[in-house]
Structures are given as C-alpha cells and as structure tokens.
C-alpha cells in the first residue's frame, strides 16, 4: 500500500499569513493527488485536483505543487474561512489512501 | 447542483448487518463511479469502497473486503453499502462520494455523511 506522510499535524498561524502543508508519498503517484478541506460538523471539500489543478469555486489563494514525491499545499494571504483540517489523498492506486490530516487555526 | 445524501445508519450491535444508501441528483449518475470514505470519531479518512459506472467492477480495502459490498442502482440513482458482521471498529460517519471523471479518480463531490454506531 502507498502511504501518505502528511506534516505538519497541527498548524496556527496568523491572519494574512502565508501557510504550506506537505505530503510524501512513499512511492510514484504522478500528479494523481488531491486536497481536501474539512470544517468541523462537515464533509470534506475538494481544493485542489490533479496535485496543481484548483477545483472550481475554490479561491484563488490556494494552490498546489510537486516535487517529485512530494506535494504541497499553499494557501496565501490565510483568512479566518481557511481555519479546519487539510487531507490529502493519493488515488494513484487502490487501495486510496489519505494523509493524517493538518489541523489549521488561527494564531 | 451535485447532490449526495446518505441513509440508513444508526446502532447496530458487533456481528450484526447494516445498509447504507446515498441518493443521487443533480448528475448523470450512470455516468459516474461512486464510492464510500468513512471517518471514524475524531480520525481521519479511511476509503471504503469504489464502484464503476456499470457496477461489474468493485474495489475494497483489505479493512473491509469479504465483508462490506458496494453496489448501485443507475435507474434509481442510488448507491448503497451492505455491511456485515459489523466490528466496533466499523463505527464512523460514512460518506457517499462522487469520483470524477477527469484525469485519475479523486473525489469532487461529498454527501453530508451518516453515522454508524457498533456496539453491544
């Protein structure tokens, strides 16, 4: 199975920060990694596709990237909406597997 | 509008049987592999199972396989996820998901989720 080694765990930063959250993949996954955003009480929201690829409706302040197994999510300029837990999961190949999570607050 | 919602949770006791469904609108749903995530309480998110767009091909983890078993209705535009002899572990809040049909299946849309509770 491919594991997902997603850090930091927990995260508080201050408004307007600028905030970055990383998964390693143990193996080759290609560009096959998505973001999720989870508020509390909710389901999880789709971010960013495809490792670089925004999804729709999401803004413009989140971005992602990869170096070769690794892959991170930026947000820019953090507002208070951006504060919830941040997955991200490989469906490169079964079985899928998603990191720990990122815990995000506010500072 | 995409929208996803699940029944049929509730408490169930350990060895016992229980079944999801997801209700689908708003999509082609025939057109779409499906798949449930669970989320145990205060964890994170565990894929459950994936069903293609005819239903011929499932996919578990080895967490669930021979146990659970996924499958839909296109005609109802329904999902549905048979759990058998549920474990305590088995408690979570399951998620109905859309997979996408662009590049690799990540999941673009989510139900809301429903809960289920094993226990004695």
């Known amino acids: 199975d491919i594991q997902m080694t997603q850090s930091p765990a927990s995260l508080s930063a201050s408004l307007e920060e600028i905030v970055t959250i990383t998964c390693q993949a143990s193996?080759?996954?290609?560009?096959?990694l998505s973001w999720y955003q989870q508020k509390p009480g909710k389901s999880p929201q789709l971010l960013i596709h495809?490792?670089?690829s925004l999804a729709d409706g999401v803004p413009s302040r989140f971005s992602g990237s990869r170096s070769g197994t690794q892959y991170s999510l930026k947000i820019n300029r953090l507002q208070v909406e951006d504060t919830g837990i941040y997955y991200c999961l490989q469906h490169y190949s079964a079985p899928y597997t998603f990191g720990a999570g990122t815990k995000l607050e506010l500072k | 509008e995409v929208q996803l919602v699940e029944s049929g949770g509730g408490l169930v006791q350990p060895g016992r049987s229980l079944k999801l469904s997801c209700a689908a609108s708003?999509?082609?749903?025939?057109?779409?592999?499906m798949a449930w995530v669970r989320q145990a309480p205060k964890k994170g998110l565990e894929w459950v199972a994936t069903?293609?767009?005819?239903?011929?091909?499932?996919y578990y983890p080895d967490s669930v396989k021979g146990r659970f078993t996924i499958s839909r209705d296109n005609a109802k535009s329904s999902l549905y996820l048979q759990m058998n002899s549920l474990k305590s572990e088995d408690t979570a809040t399951y998620y109905c998901a859309r997979l996408s049909r662009t590049m690799g299946h990540y999941f673009d849309y989510w139900g809301q989720g429903v809960m289920v509770t094993v226990s004695s």
């Open positions: 495809s490792a670089t």
């Open positions: 193996q080759d996954i290609g560009n096959y």
């Open positions: 069903i293609s767009t005819s239903g011929s091909r499932t």
């Open positions: 708003g999509f082609t749903f025939s057109n779409y592999y």
